[in-house]
């Protein structure tokens, strides 16, 4: 539906309609793997959708090898698999940048370039679920704290490196390294936020949070689509990037909620309640999905 919507908006928006070899690998998600495609041609999010399917597809093999090298332990079994995933991506990372010749405009594109990611959140839900790190209000302060300085260290990581000069385009060591540390000072913050949600950081269950936590993918799904229109229908252009980076996003957020808070109904919510009825048995919705029904009016 998505990808139907970002099509049919070429025509009003006077660009260029894609090739339908190009819609057609967008549908099976598999375009990351086609060069001569841009992967942020049609929706620059829809690169994301293609990496998280392909690893849904891949995380049950590895477990399953996993869970043969340990069979009697759960814990020793999610550490191989965490392990595992954090080495490979970092090699598919490097590989894929030795593949390019180190390039300065390397784009990630495979799968396996992001599986050390996708662990960096896995390993948030094991410590949470094994009690490994510490509950306390300031040990979770801390970890957000330094979470987030690891975040705004991670983006000049560049500048500082250099004494005050940008790093070569080619470094390989900071384009291979650089996502990887990223996403452990990401996981910090959300091991303090998430790990122990009923004490502390109460703002963040303030109903206009909960509200757009509850329609965040179809967010996710149209935010850049949504901005787009809304500018080049205004005829908005600037030069500033802080003007690009929050005036932008200010003048289109109530366009951005609208749209989204209406797809969320008219689809989003539709295919869950379908897909639950499909998943239970009798085809009612499952006990889960009838706990995580949103009460949004």
């Not at 928006?13 to 339908?20: E, I, Q, V």
């Not at 942020?40 to 477990?63: D, M, R």
């Not at 996993?66 to 954090?86: H, N």
């Amino acid at each position: 539906m998505s990808l139907g919507v970002f099509i049919a908006l070429r025509r009003p928006s006077h660009t260029k309609t894609p090739a339908l070899s190009d819609i057609l690998l967008h549908a099976t998600l598999l375009f990351n793997y086609v060069r001569t495609i841009n992967c942020f041609g049609i929706n620059p999010v829809y690169w994301s959708l293609a990496i998280e399917w392909q690893f849904y597809l891949l995380l049950p093999v590895v477990v399953l090898l996993c869970r043969r090298a340990f069979p009697r332990s759960g814990r020793r079994t999610a550490v191989m698999v965490l392990a595992s995933l954090f080495c490979a991506g970092i090699a598919g990372r490097a590989i894929e940048f030795h593949l390019t010749t180190g390039r300065s405009d390397t784009r990630f594109t495979s799968a396996f370039s992001y599986l050390d990611l996708f662990a960096a959140g896995m390993m948030v839900s094991f410590l949470d679920r094994f009690d490994v790190l510490p509950r306390s209000d300031r040990m979770r302060l801390l970890s957000a704290i330094g979470g987030v300085l690891i975040f705004l260290a991670c983006n000049n990581w560049a500048h500082f490196s250099a004494g005050g000069e940008w790093l070569r385009a080619d470094d390989a060591f900071y384009i291979v390294a650089f996502p990887a540390v990223l996403c452990l000072g990401i996981a910090l913050v959300l091991l303090g936020v998430v790990a122990d949600p009923g004490r502390g950081f109460s703002i963040l269950r303030a109903k206009p949070f909960v509200r757009v936590g509850i329609i965040s993918y179809s967010l996710y799904l149209y935010h850049t689509g949504v901005q787009f229109v809304v500018l080049r229908f205004a005829g908005i252009r600037s030069s500033s990037y802080m003007f690009t980076a929050f005036g932008n996003a200010a003048i289109s957020l109530a366009p951005t909620l609208l749209v989204s808070t209406a797809m969320f109904y008219l689809v989003e919510n539709p295919s869950l309640r379908w897909a639950s009825r499909l998943r239970s048995p009798g085809g009612r919705p499952s006990a889960a999905a009838a706990l995580n029904e949103p009460s949004m009016p």
